[in-house]
């Protein structure tokens, strides 16, 4: 008697397992993934693909928006927005055969900001749980969106920000809140919502006696932050314009910062085997961005750790746009333009580099044991993570890419300039 209770004991504890690992490789929940660390957590992905090849549906995506889809439950949701800014969408796809299930017309204005021409009025990807997703477009507003009904929970649009080129920064899910950066040249600020009814939990305003004398210019960031736990405290790695911001996330209090100093950020900070890895943004030479330095931060300081708790730093090549991706102890990043440098991410010293076709946008995805690095044409390389270069497949979709590729189950999704694809794989 006692050994069949053990085993059903046993077979409902692996069962649960079973489901949970199958929901992981069935949604995506965040920008870089449901983890915010560039890994997909599939055994298989697509291998080689074109605009018609393997290509399981594709749709249109109404307006222009340089957003990720996120997936959750067998529904693809993206953001949009018209080209002029002046209204706001948001889209829900069947992950299975691509039917448009709901599109929503969210915020409209009458006067946008500008934005930067290469970027959009919708390029903050959304977040996603059961029940729930979440947009944000930056100062144009926030919304929650019943995902069954697809009704608006709620909605703001009363938090300002200057944002000079156009919001990018998207926002995460953690617990009660939903925390939104929006950091322009006037007053740069994060918010923690909480996310069932949209209020404000805690403000933190970026320190007026730092950010004040700076050029405006040098105030706005883009980055999306991650929450890492550090000595048993949850802290909130916010890498702003000028200097990284670690808060108590749930507090906002903050706990370290650490200055780079210069422009504005966009690259999401990492965390691996203890570290923090945050990227400066562009570093200015004879009034010209010159270039990006990446650098290694041990978190468990107080204070300023700038002079002490530096690991390393490295600068030659540095993407300013694109995320790197961490695989075993190796630190992948692609330059904008182009260039791809293998380090160790304990270290900082360089195992190899190699030049890609073309310009990149999009941050690097780990997945079914390869990296996709996927550039603004629409070009992919991918290669196997190692200690050296070798590369698996290309493949070329022609369309203009800014998003991440997106992995759940057997598939990927790609969002680009005009389109959402589901790519199949194939075993040969």
């Given at each position: 008697?006692?050994?069949k209770?053990?085993?059903?004991?046993?077979?409902?504890?692996?069962f649960?397992i079973?489901?949970?690992?199958?929901?992981?490789q069935?949604?995506?929940?965040h920008?870089?993934?449901?983890?915010?660390?560039?890994?997909?957590?599939?055994?298989?992905?697509?291998?080689?693909?074109?605009?018609t090849?393997?290509?399981?549906?594709?749709?249109?995506?109404?307006?222009?928006?340089?957003?990720?889809?996120?997936v959750?439950?067998?529904?693809?949701?993206?953001?949009?927005?018209?080209?002029d800014?002046?209204?706001?969408?948001?889209?829900?796809?069947?992950?299975?055969?691509?039917?448009?299930?709901?599109?929503?017309?969210?915020?409209?204005?009458?006067?946008?900001?500008?934005?930067?021409?290469?970027?959009?009025?919708?390029?903050?990807?959304?977040?996603?749980?059961?029940?729930?997703?979440?947009?944000?477009?930056?100062?144009?507003?926030?919304?929650?969106?019943?995902?069954?009904?697809?009704?608006?929970i709620?909605?703001?649009?009363?938090?300002?920000?200057?944002?000079m080129?156009?919001?990018?920064?998207?926002?995460?899910?953690?617990?009660?809140?939903?925390?939104?950066?929006l950091e322009?040249?006037?007053?740069?600020?994060?918010?923690?919502?909480?996310?069932?009814?949209?209020?404000?939990?805690?403000?933190?305003?970026?320190?007026?006696?730092?950010?004040d004398?700076?050029?405006?210019?040098?105030?706005?960031?883009?980055q999306?932050?991650?929450?890492?736990?550090?000595?048993?405290?949850?802290?909130?790695?916010?890498?702003?314009?000028?200097?990284?911001f670690?808060?108590?996330?749930?507090t906002?209090?903050?706990?370290?910062?650490?200055?780079?100093?210069?422009?504005?950020?966009?690259?999401?900070?990492l965390?691996?085997?203890?570290?923090?890895?945050?990227?400066?943004?562009?570093?200015?030479?004879?009034?010209?961005?010159?270039?990006?330095?990446?650098?290694?931060?041990?978190?468990?300081?107080?204070?300023?750790?700038?002079?002490?708790?530096?690991?390393?730093?490295?600068?030659?090549?540095?993407?300013?746009?694109?995320?790197?991706?961490?695989?075993?102890?190796?630190m992948?990043?692609?330059?904008?333009?182009?260039?791809?440098?293998?380090?160790?991410?304990?270290?900082?010293?360089?195992?190899?580099?190699?030049?890609?076709?073309?310009?990149?946008?999009?941050?690097?995805?780990?997945?079914?044991?390869?990296?996709?690095?996927?550039n603004?044409?629409?070009?992919?390389?991918?290669?196997?993570?190692?200690?050296?270069?070798?590369?698996?497949?290309e493949?070329?979709?022609?369309?203009t890419?800014?998003?991440?590729?997106?992995?759940?189950?057997?598939?990927?999704?790609?969002?680009?300039?005009?389109?959402?694809?589901?790519?199949?794989?194939?075993?040969?």
């Amino acid at each position: 008697m006692m050994t069949k209770k053990i085993n059903l004991s046993a077979f409902i504890f692996f069962f649960f397992i079973l489901v949970s690992c199958q929901s992981e490789q069935q949604n995506w929940t965040h920008f870089r993934g449901s983890n915010m660390d560039g890994h997909a957590n599939v055994e298989t992905a697509p291998l080689h693909w074109s605009d018609t090849e393997n290509v399981v549906w594709k749709v249109p995506v109404k307006g222009l928006g340089w957003s990720s889809p996120v997936v959750f439950d067998g529904q693809v949701w993206v953001t949009s927005a018209e080209e002029d800014g002046t209204e706001f969408y948001v889209s829900c796809f069947d992950l299975n055969s691509g039917e448009l299930l709901s599109e929503k017309t969210l915020f409209n204005s009458e006067e946008p900001q500008r934005i930067h021409p290469t970027n959009s009025y919708a390029t903050p990807t959304p977040c996603i749980e059961k029940g729930r997703v979440y947009v944000h477009y930056g100062s144009f507003g926030t919304a929650s969106i019943d995902t069954k009904s697809f009704e608006v929970i709620w909605k703001r649009d009363d938090m300002p920000c200057e944002h000079m080129q156009g919001p990018a920064s998207s926002p995460i899910i953690y617990k009660d809140k939903l925390i939104v950066h929006l950091e322009g040249t006037e007053d740069p600020y994060v918010v923690a919502l909480d996310k069932e009814t949209g209020e404000i939990i805690w403000k933190s305003v970026r320190p007026k006696e730092i950010y004040d004398p700076l050029q405006p210019v040098f105030r706005k960031s883009y980055q999306t932050p991650i929450v890492v736990t550090v000595n048993g405290r949850d802290l909130l790695i916010s890498n702003s314009s000028f200097m990284c911001f670690a808060h108590d996330v749930n507090t906002g209090e903050v706990i370290w910062t650490f200055q780079y100093g210069d422009d504005s950020t966009v690259s999401q900070p990492l965390f691996y085997n203890g570290l923090v890895f945050i990227n400066s943004g562009w570093i200015f030479e004879d009034g010209k961005p010159n270039f990006t330095r990446e650098f290694a931060i041990n978190p468990t300081g107080k204070g300023d750790v700038t002079e002490t708790h530096q690991v390393w730093m490295y600068e030659d090549e540095v993407p300013q746009i694109p995320t790197p991706v961490i695989v075993d102890d190796k630190m992948y990043m692609v330059h904008d333009r182009g260039m791809v440098t293998c380090l160790d991410a304990m270290t900082g010293k360089v195992i190899w580099k190699e030049k890609l076709r073309g310009n990149f946008n999009s941050s690097p995805i780990y997945a079914g044991g390869n990296i996709y690095f996927i550039n603004v044409k629409g070009f992919c390389t991918i290669i196997k993570p190692g200690d050296s270069f070798e590369k698996v497949a290309e493949n070329d979709l022609g369309e203009t890419v800014k998003a991440i590729p997106v992995f759940v189950g057997d598939k990927m999704l790609l969002r680009t300039q005009n389109n959402l694809f589901s790519i199949k794989s194939v075993r040969l």
